[in-house]
Protein backbone atom coordinates (compact mmCIF):
# COMPACT_ATOMS: atom_id res chain seq x y z
CA UNK A 1 0.00 0.00 0.00
CA UNK A 2 1.39 3.89 -0.28
CA UNK A 3 1.38 6.06 2.38
CA UNK A 4 2.00 9.87 2.85
CA UNK A 5 5.29 10.38 5.35
CA UNK A 6 7.43 12.97 6.50
CA UNK A 7 10.88 11.90 5.85
CA UNK A 8 14.46 12.76 6.56
CA UNK A 9 16.15 11.81 3.29
CA UNK A 10 19.82 12.83 4.80
CA UNK A 11 21.07 13.34 8.24
CA UNK A 12 20.01 16.78 9.12
CA UNK A 13 16.78 16.86 8.15
CA UNK A 14 14.25 18.82 6.97
CA UNK A 15 11.24 16.71 7.11
CA UNK A 16 9.52 15.97 3.11
CA UNK A 17 6.64 15.01 2.51
CA UNK A 18 6.77 11.95 0.49
CA UNK A 19 4.85 8.85 -0.92
CA UNK A 20 6.15 5.34 -0.12
CA UNK A 21 5.53 1.90 -0.59
CA UNK A 22 4.57 0.17 2.56
CA UNK A 23 4.40 -3.53 2.72
CA UNK A 24 2.81 -5.85 5.48
CA UNK A 25 3.77 -6.81 9.26
CA UNK A 26 6.01 -9.62 9.66
CA UNK A 27 6.21 -11.78 12.71
CA UNK A 28 5.11 -10.16 15.86
CA UNK A 29 4.24 -6.80 13.69
CA UNK A 30 0.98 -4.76 13.63
CA UNK A 31 0.01 -2.59 10.54
CA UNK A 32 -1.64 0.73 11.84
CA UNK A 33 -3.36 3.74 11.04
CA UNK A 34 -1.94 6.62 12.63
CA UNK A 35 -4.50 9.40 13.64
CA UNK A 36 -2.49 11.89 15.35
CA UNK A 37 1.91 12.35 16.70
CA UNK A 38 3.26 14.36 19.02
CA UNK A 39 5.89 16.86 18.17
CA UNK A 40 8.74 15.48 20.68
CA UNK A 41 12.35 17.46 20.54
CA UNK A 42 14.21 14.54 20.24
CA UNK A 43 12.95 14.03 16.23
CA UNK A 44 14.08 17.92 16.23
CA UNK A 45 17.37 16.53 17.39
CA UNK A 46 17.76 14.63 13.96
CA UNK A 47 16.19 17.21 11.46
CA UNK A 48 19.37 19.11 12.68
CA UNK A 49 21.48 17.28 12.94
CA UNK A 50 22.11 17.41 16.84
CA UNK A 51 22.03 13.65 17.15
CA UNK A 52 23.05 11.14 13.97
CA UNK A 53 20.96 8.43 12.50
CA UNK A 54 20.67 6.05 9.83
CA UNK A 55 18.96 8.02 7.22
CA UNK A 56 16.18 7.97 5.75
CA UNK A 57 13.98 7.83 8.19
CA UNK A 58 10.34 8.35 8.90
CA UNK A 59 9.92 10.73 11.67
CA UNK A 60 8.18 10.55 15.04
CA UNK A 61 7.90 8.27 17.98
CA UNK A 62 4.84 9.90 19.58
CA UNK A 63 1.63 8.60 17.74
CA UNK A 64 -1.70 7.42 18.42
CA UNK A 65 -4.58 5.50 16.09
CA UNK A 66 -6.17 2.22 15.01
CA UNK A 67 -4.76 -1.12 14.45
CA UNK A 68 -5.54 -1.93 10.82
CA UNK A 69 -4.00 -5.95 10.86
CA UNK A 70 -1.83 -8.28 12.84
CA UNK A 71 1.04 -10.30 11.76
CA UNK A 72 1.51 -14.06 12.32
CA UNK A 73 2.01 -14.62 15.67
CA UNK A 74 0.49 -11.20 17.48
CA UNK A 75 -2.32 -12.63 20.20
CA UNK A 76 -2.89 -10.05 22.27
CA UNK A 77 -3.89 -7.21 20.19
CA UNK A 78 -6.90 -7.17 17.10
CA UNK A 79 -7.93 -4.88 14.12
CA UNK A 80 -10.05 -2.04 15.43
CA UNK A 81 -7.76 -1.48 19.01
CA UNK A 82 -7.10 1.80 19.55
CA UNK A 83 -3.49 2.49 20.76
CA UNK A 84 -0.66 5.06 21.76
CA UNK A 85 2.71 3.92 20.59
CA UNK A 86 5.49 2.90 22.97
CA UNK A 87 9.05 3.64 21.88
CA UNK A 88 10.47 1.07 23.22
CA UNK A 89 9.71 -2.85 21.40
CA UNK A 90 11.21 -4.55 24.43
CA UNK A 91 11.78 -8.06 23.89
CA UNK A 92 10.48 -9.52 28.23
CA UNK A 93 13.73 -11.63 27.74
CA UNK A 94 17.04 -9.39 28.42
CA UNK A 95 18.61 -8.37 31.74
CA UNK A 96 16.67 -5.40 32.08
CA UNK A 97 13.27 -6.26 31.13
CA UNK A 98 13.53 -9.42 33.54
CA UNK A 99 14.33 -6.89 36.19
CA UNK A 100 11.57 -4.56 35.65
CA UNK A 101 13.24 -1.99 33.64
CA UNK A 102 12.10 -2.33 30.02
CA UNK A 103 12.88 1.35 29.49
CA UNK A 104 16.41 0.06 29.08
CA UNK A 105 15.38 -3.14 27.13
CA UNK A 106 18.68 -4.81 24.66
CA UNK A 107 16.20 -4.20 21.98
CA UNK A 108 17.17 -0.08 22.20
CA UNK A 109 20.03 -1.01 19.67
CA UNK A 110 17.32 -0.65 17.15
CA UNK A 111 15.89 2.61 17.77
CA UNK A 112 18.37 4.54 15.20
CA UNK A 113 19.48 1.74 13.54
CA UNK A 114 16.30 2.22 10.55
CA UNK A 115 15.87 -1.75 10.57
CA UNK A 116 12.77 -3.74 12.02
CA UNK A 117 13.72 -6.17 14.64
CA UNK A 118 14.76 -8.77 12.03
CA UNK A 119 17.17 -6.43 10.17
CA UNK A 120 14.83 -5.91 7.41
CA UNK A 121 12.81 -2.72 6.64
CA UNK A 122 9.14 -2.51 5.45
CA UNK A 123 8.91 1.06 4.06
CA UNK A 124 10.63 2.00 -0.02
CA UNK A 125 10.78 5.06 -1.02
CA UNK A 126 13.08 6.83 -4.37
CA UNK A 127 13.88 3.11 -5.28
CA UNK A 128 15.48 2.07 -1.86
CA UNK A 129 14.43 1.07 1.61
CA UNK A 130 13.59 3.59 4.48
CA UNK A 131 13.67 3.20 7.91
CA UNK A 132 11.74 4.56 11.15
CA UNK A 133 12.58 6.76 13.80
CA UNK A 134 12.00 4.15 17.16
CA UNK A 135 10.78 1.60 14.74
CA UNK A 136 7.34 3.75 14.65
CA UNK A 137 7.57 6.77 12.32
CA UNK A 138 4.54 8.19 13.62
CA UNK A 139 4.62 11.04 11.56
CA UNK A 140 2.90 8.96 8.39
CA UNK A 141 -0.78 7.92 7.68
CA UNK A 142 0.17 4.06 7.80
CA UNK A 143 3.29 2.49 8.80
CA UNK A 144 4.04 -1.17 10.30
CA UNK A 145 5.62 -1.53 13.93
CA UNK A 146 6.71 -4.11 16.59
CA UNK A 147 3.53 -5.50 18.22
CA UNK A 148 5.70 -4.58 21.67
CA UNK A 149 5.21 -0.86 20.91
CA UNK A 150 1.61 -1.39 20.72
CA UNK A 151 -0.35 0.12 24.29
CA UNK A 152 -3.86 -0.97 23.77
CA UNK A 153 -6.31 1.53 25.38
CA UNK A 154 -9.94 2.27 25.77
CA UNK A 155 -12.08 3.64 23.25
CA UNK A 156 -13.93 6.15 25.33
CA UNK A 157 -10.28 7.64 25.54
CA UNK A 158 -9.53 10.56 23.80
CA UNK A 159 -6.95 9.51 20.81
CA UNK A 160 -6.79 13.12 20.15
CA UNK A 161 -5.19 14.39 23.89
CA UNK A 162 -3.61 10.82 24.77
CA UNK A 163 -1.31 10.62 21.76
CA UNK A 164 1.41 12.98 23.87
CA UNK A 165 1.32 10.21 26.82
CA UNK A 166 3.69 7.88 24.08
CA UNK A 167 6.85 9.99 25.12
CA UNK A 168 6.58 13.43 26.83
CA UNK A 169 4.18 13.05 29.87
CA UNK A 170 5.50 9.60 30.79
CA UNK A 171 9.17 10.73 30.28
CA UNK A 172 8.45 13.68 31.92
CA UNK A 173 5.75 12.63 35.23
CA UNK A 174 8.91 9.72 35.58
CA UNK A 175 11.81 11.86 35.75
CA UNK A 176 10.11 13.49 38.96
CA UNK A 177 8.31 10.67 40.31
CA UNK A 178 11.11 7.95 39.81
CA UNK A 179 14.24 9.30 39.01
CA UNK A 180 14.25 11.77 41.33
CA UNK A 181 12.24 9.92 44.11
CA UNK A 182 10.31 13.14 44.99
CA UNK A 183 8.83 13.47 48.76
CA UNK A 184 6.49 15.15 50.47
CA UNK A 185 7.45 18.40 51.25
CA UNK A 186 10.95 18.44 48.82
CA UNK A 187 11.99 21.23 47.19
CA UNK A 188 12.26 20.74 43.31
CA UNK A 189 13.65 22.59 40.39
CA UNK A 190 12.71 21.92 36.98
CA UNK A 191 14.98 23.42 34.22
CA UNK A 192 13.22 23.88 30.72
CA UNK A 193 9.12 23.85 30.40
CA UNK A 194 7.86 21.92 26.79
CA UNK A 195 6.66 18.58 26.61
CA UNK A 196 8.95 16.99 29.62
CA UNK A 197 9.54 19.53 31.46
CA UNK A 198 5.97 20.68 32.05
CA UNK A 199 5.17 16.96 33.22
CA UNK A 200 8.27 16.84 35.63
CA UNK A 201 6.49 19.71 37.22
CA UNK A 202 3.12 17.68 37.43
CA UNK A 203 5.10 14.79 38.59
CA UNK A 204 6.69 16.34 41.12
CA UNK A 205 3.36 18.38 42.64
CA UNK A 206 1.56 14.90 42.29
CA UNK A 207 4.44 13.30 44.62
CA UNK A 208 4.25 15.96 46.98
CA UNK A 209 7.39 18.60 46.67
CA UNK A 210 6.47 21.37 48.40
CA UNK A 211 8.41 24.20 46.11
CA UNK A 212 8.34 23.46 42.54
CA UNK A 213 11.05 25.83 41.07
CA UNK A 214 11.08 26.19 37.14
CA UNK A 215 13.05 27.51 35.18
CA UNK A 216 12.67 28.62 31.82
CA UNK A 217 13.49 31.82 29.22
CA UNK A 218 10.29 31.96 27.87
CA UNK A 219 7.71 33.61 29.64
CA UNK A 220 4.19 31.88 28.13
CA UNK A 221 6.85 28.73 29.44
CA UNK A 222 7.20 30.21 32.77
CA UNK A 223 2.88 31.25 33.08
CA UNK A 224 2.17 27.56 31.92
CA UNK A 225 4.49 25.86 34.61
CA UNK A 226 2.70 28.43 36.92
CA UNK A 227 -0.35 26.99 35.71
CA UNK A 228 0.29 23.23 35.75
CA UNK A 229 1.87 23.46 39.67
CA UNK A 230 4.90 25.12 40.25
CA UNK A 231 5.57 27.49 42.53
CA UNK A 232 7.63 29.49 41.25
CA UNK A 233 9.14 30.34 38.15
CA UNK A 234 12.16 32.36 37.01
CA UNK A 235 14.23 33.76 33.63
CA UNK A 236 17.52 32.62 34.54
CA UNK A 237 19.19 30.06 36.65
CA UNK A 238 20.90 32.38 39.10
CA UNK A 239 17.09 33.67 39.86
CA UNK A 240 16.22 30.40 40.97
CA UNK A 241 19.35 29.63 42.59
CA UNK A 242 18.74 32.76 44.88
CA UNK A 243 15.22 31.98 45.53
CA UNK A 244 15.88 28.16 46.86
CA UNK A 245 18.96 29.51 48.89
CA UNK A 246 17.10 32.19 50.48
CA UNK A 247 14.03 29.87 51.46
CA UNK A 248 15.86 26.61 52.61
CA UNK A 249 18.20 28.62 54.24
CA UNK A 250 21.09 27.92 51.83
CA UNK A 251 20.94 24.21 52.15
CA UNK A 252 19.59 23.82 48.24
CA UNK A 253 17.15 22.02 46.32
CA UNK A 254 16.52 17.56 46.95
CA UNK A 255 16.19 17.89 43.23
CA UNK A 256 17.18 19.42 39.90
CA UNK A 257 15.45 18.18 36.65
CA UNK A 258 17.38 19.04 33.52
CA UNK A 259 14.45 18.90 30.64
CA UNK A 260 15.84 21.93 28.50
CA UNK A 261 15.83 21.66 24.63
CA UNK A 262 19.57 20.51 24.07
CA UNK A 263 22.29 20.18 27.22
CA UNK A 264 25.11 22.14 27.82
CA UNK A 265 27.69 22.21 30.45
CA UNK A 266 26.13 24.94 31.58
CA UNK A 267 22.96 24.10 33.21
CA UNK A 268 24.64 20.52 34.79
CA UNK A 269 26.72 22.41 37.12
CA UNK A 270 23.89 24.91 37.66
CA UNK A 271 21.67 21.67 38.70
CA UNK A 272 24.59 20.50 40.43
CA UNK A 273 25.10 23.55 42.45
CA UNK A 274 21.71 24.16 43.28
CA UNK A 275 21.17 20.35 45.18
CA UNK A 276 21.45 20.04 48.87
CA UNK A 277 23.63 17.44 50.48
CA UNK A 278 22.89 13.80 48.86
CA UNK A 279 20.39 15.68 46.41
CA UNK A 280 20.02 14.25 43.02
CA UNK A 281 20.74 15.92 39.80
CA UNK A 282 18.12 14.26 37.03
CA UNK A 283 19.58 15.04 33.28
CA UNK A 284 16.67 13.99 31.05
CA UNK A 285 17.28 16.05 28.36
CA UNK A 286 19.58 15.14 25.45
CA UNK A 287 22.85 16.41 24.64
CA UNK A 288 24.73 16.30 21.38
CA UNK A 289 26.34 12.75 21.62
CA UNK A 290 30.39 14.43 21.92
CA UNK A 291 29.58 16.52 24.93
CA UNK A 292 31.36 15.41 27.81
CA UNK A 293 29.99 17.42 31.48
CA UNK A 294 32.14 18.68 34.25
CA UNK A 295 30.97 18.54 37.22
CA UNK A 296 33.43 19.19 40.92
CA UNK A 297 34.43 15.97 42.50
CA UNK A 298 35.31 17.23 45.51
CA UNK A 299 31.97 18.04 45.86
CA UNK A 300 30.18 15.05 44.65
CA UNK A 301 32.03 13.02 47.21
CA UNK A 302 32.39 14.82 50.38
CA UNK A 303 28.50 16.44 49.59
CA UNK A 304 27.69 12.88 48.77
CA UNK A 305 25.65 14.66 46.05
CA UNK A 306 23.95 11.90 43.12
CA UNK A 307 23.52 13.08 39.31
CA UNK A 308 21.45 10.49 37.28
CA UNK A 309 20.55 10.01 33.27
CA UNK A 310 16.74 8.88 33.25
CA UNK A 311 15.33 7.18 29.92
CA UNK A 312 11.59 6.91 29.71
CA UNK A 313 11.20 8.57 33.13
CA UNK A 314 13.41 5.76 34.68
CA UNK A 315 9.86 3.74 34.09
CA UNK A 316 8.38 1.27 32.26
CA UNK A 317 6.48 2.55 29.20
CA UNK A 318 3.49 0.00 28.98
CA UNK A 319 2.72 0.33 32.26
CA UNK A 320 3.57 4.16 32.74
CA UNK A 321 1.50 4.76 29.86
CA UNK A 322 -1.53 3.10 31.08
CA UNK A 323 -1.06 4.69 34.24
CA UNK A 324 -0.68 7.89 33.13
CA UNK A 325 -3.97 7.51 30.98
CA UNK A 326 -5.77 5.97 34.23
CA UNK A 327 -4.93 8.93 35.95
CA UNK A 328 -6.19 11.86 33.39
CA UNK A 329 -8.98 9.97 33.26
CA UNK A 330 -9.94 10.36 36.62
CA UNK A 331 -8.51 14.03 36.33
CA UNK A 332 -5.26 13.30 38.34
CA UNK A 333 -3.23 14.94 35.51
CA UNK A 334 -3.38 17.37 32.57
CA UNK A 335 -3.16 16.36 28.89
CA UNK A 336 -5.45 18.49 27.12
CA UNK A 337 -4.11 21.80 28.43
CA UNK A 338 -0.69 20.98 27.19
CA UNK A 339 -1.56 20.97 23.79
CA UNK A 340 -0.72 24.28 22.48
CA UNK A 341 -1.15 24.14 18.66
CA UNK A 342 -2.29 21.79 16.13
CA UNK A 343 -0.94 21.32 12.89
CA UNK A 344 -1.69 18.88 9.43
CA UNK A 345 0.83 16.62 8.28
CA UNK A 346 2.32 18.83 5.59
CA UNK A 347 3.13 21.64 8.01
CA UNK A 348 5.28 19.04 10.40
CA UNK A 349 8.21 21.70 10.05
CA UNK A 350 6.02 24.73 10.62
CA UNK A 351 5.51 22.32 13.87
CA UNK A 352 9.23 22.31 14.98
CA UNK A 353 10.01 26.34 14.30
CA UNK A 354 7.01 27.19 16.52
CA UNK A 355 8.46 24.87 19.48
CA UNK A 356 11.78 26.18 18.63
CA UNK A 357 10.82 29.86 19.20
CA UNK A 358 8.82 28.86 21.99
CA UNK A 359 5.34 28.85 21.02
CA UNK A 360 4.18 25.39 21.58
CA UNK A 361 4.25 23.52 25.38
CA UNK A 362 3.54 20.90 22.88
CA UNK A 363 2.24 20.64 19.04
CA UNK A 364 0.71 17.57 17.45
CA UNK A 365 0.24 16.24 14.07
CA UNK A 366 -3.43 15.92 12.72
CA UNK A 367 -2.99 13.06 10.06
CA UNK A 368 -5.10 13.03 7.50
CA UNK A 369 -6.32 10.00 5.57
N1 LIG B 1 15.40 10.86 28.28
C1 LIG B 1 14.32 10.60 27.56
O1 LIG B 1 13.77 9.50 27.62
C2 LIG B 1 13.75 11.67 26.69
C3 LIG B 1 12.49 11.49 26.09
C4 LIG B 1 11.96 12.53 25.32
C5 LIG B 1 12.67 13.69 25.15
N2 LIG B 1 13.90 13.82 25.71
C6 LIG B 1 14.67 15.07 25.59
O2 LIG B 1 14.17 15.99 26.54
C7 LIG B 1 14.48 17.33 26.09
C8 LIG B 1 13.24 18.19 26.18
O3 LIG B 1 12.30 17.80 25.18
P1 LIG B 1 10.98 18.67 24.91
O4 LIG B 1 10.23 17.95 23.85
O5 LIG B 1 10.31 18.99 26.20
O6 LIG B 1 11.65 20.02 24.32
P2 LIG B 1 11.05 21.50 24.15
O7 LIG B 1 11.86 22.15 23.13
O8 LIG B 1 9.57 21.42 23.99
O9 LIG B 1 11.31 22.19 25.59
C9 LIG B 1 12.57 22.63 26.01
C10 LIG B 1 12.38 23.86 26.88
O10 LIG B 1 13.65 24.21 27.46
C11 LIG B 1 13.76 25.61 27.51
N3 LIG B 1 15.18 25.93 27.65
C12 LIG B 1 16.16 25.91 26.70
N4 LIG B 1 17.36 26.19 27.25
C13 LIG B 1 17.14 26.39 28.59
C14 LIG B 1 17.98 26.69 29.69
N5 LIG B 1 19.30 26.83 29.56
N6 LIG B 1 17.40 26.82 30.92
C15 LIG B 1 16.08 26.65 31.09
N7 LIG B 1 15.23 26.34 30.07
C16 LIG B 1 15.76 26.22 28.84
C17 LIG B 1 13.11 26.08 26.22
O11 LIG B 1 12.70 27.43 26.30
C18 LIG B 1 11.91 25.11 26.13
O12 LIG B 1 10.78 25.64 26.79
C19 LIG B 1 15.06 17.16 24.69
O13 LIG B 1 16.47 17.15 24.78
C20 LIG B 1 14.56 15.80 24.27
O14 LIG B 1 15.35 15.21 23.27
C21 LIG B 1 14.44 12.84 26.49
ZN1 LIG C 1 14.49 -6.68 26.82
ZN1 LIG D 1 10.14 11.76 22.78
Not at 26 to 31: C, G, I, P, R, Y
Not at 44 to 70: L, Y
Not at 233 to 249: K, L
Not at 292 to 306: A, D, G, V
Request: proline share 4%; charged share 20%; hydrophobic share 40%.
Amino acid sequence: MKTRAAVMWNEGGPFEISELELSGPSADEVLVRFDYAGLCHTDEHMRNGDIGFAAPMVGGHEGSGVVEEIGPGVTHIKPGDHFVTSWMPYCGRCRFCLTGQTNLCDNGRFLMSGTMLDGTQRLTGRGAGVGAVDLLGTFSQWNVIPASCVVTIEKHIPLDTVVITACGVPTGWGSAVYAADTRPGDVTVVYGIGGIGINAVQGARHAGADLIVAVDPVAFKREMALAMGATNAFASAEEAHEFVWSHTRGVGADAAIITVGLVDKQVVSDAFSMIRKGGVVVVTAVANPDLLIEIPSFELTLYQKRITGSLFGSGNPHRDIRKIIELYDRGQIKLDELITRRYSLDDVNTGYDDMLAGLNVRGVLEIAH
